[in-house]
T-cell receptor, first 112, second 119 residues
Framework: KNQVEQSPQSLIILEGKNCTLQCNYTVSPFSNLRWYKQDTGRGPVSLTIMTFSENTKSNGRYTATLDADTKQSSLHITASQLSDSASYIC???????????FGAGTRLAVHP | DTGVSQNPRHKITKRGQNVTFRCDPI?????LYWYRQTLGQGPEFLTYFQNEAQLEKSRLLSDRFSAERPKGSFSTLEIQRTEQGDSAMYLCASSLSLDPTGSSYNEQFFGPGTRLTVL
């Protein structure tokens, strides 16, 4: 069964600190992996996309990694800001399918 | 605003009533998707359209649910005889794909969602 699991379920950090979110997937065939940010009451917005051959990709203070052998990805946020408070969802696309397989998300709260 | 829009943003209804949601995708996008998201969970796929054709439906889409995209532009999702278990956020997304096999890495852009509460 295709699944995407994320950890931790929730996380609280202080403003300015770094954090790392984890994503494990059992999806085959694998096409690509995206990290989305979803603010409360809003739709998800893509942060990064990674294909099979990519190991690291950065988007400002966000850095995503992908290990296709172990089927793990991480999202590292540096120098967190209050506006980073949101849910971060790992999404895997399988082969040519048009539907995406979503993780349950990690709810991040950044406190001053 | 040229993003995906959804209306209404919030809907409160009584059990047994019918509700209809509308999604306006990004204008040049040929694919449109509906998802359902419950609290604390990621979105779950419901159905998708390529232009006006509904090409795939999830098993989550019971007989009480129907989606249309009559002219290949906006789409509607109707829920008949609503149940309390239908309470969720209903998300719409759109994408542009020029690849008929569906294997291109086209990004789906999400709307803000319609939050349904069934009392």
């Amino acid at each position: 069964k295709n699944q995407v699991e994320q950890s931790p379920q929730s996380l609280i950090i202080l403003e300015g600190k770094n954090c790392t979110l984890q994503c494990n997937y059992t999806v085959s065939p694998f096409s690509n992996l995206r990290w989305y940010k979803q603010d409360t009451g809003r739709g998800p917005v893509s942060l990064t996309i990674m294909t099979f051959s990519e190991n690291t990709k950065s988007n400002g203070r966000y850095t995503a990694t992908l290990d296709a052998d172990t089927k793990q990805s991480s999202l590292h946020i540096t120098a967190s800001q209050l506006s980073d408070s949101a849910s971060y969802i790992c999404v895997v696309r399988s082969g040519g399918y048009n539907k995406l397989i979503f993780g349950a998300g990690t709810r991040l709260a950044v406190h001053p | 605003d040229t993003g995906v829009s959804q209306n209404p943003r919030h809907k409160i209804t009584k059990r047994g009533q019918n509700v209809t949601f509308r999604c306006d995708p990004i204008s040049e996008h040929n694919r449109l998707y509906w998802y359902r998201q419950t609290l604390g969970q990621g979105p779950e796929f419901l159905t998708y359209f390529q232009n006006e054709a509904q090409l795939e439906k999830s098993r989550l889409l019971s007989d009480r649910f129907s989606a249309e995209r009559p002219k290949g532009s906006f789409s509607t999702l109707e829920i008949q005889r609503t149940e309390q278990g239908d309470s969720a956020m209903y998300l719409c997304a759109s994408s542009l794909s020029l690849d008929p096999t569906g294997s291109s890495y086209n990004e789906q852009f999400f709307g803000p969602g319609t939050r349904l509460t069934v009392l």
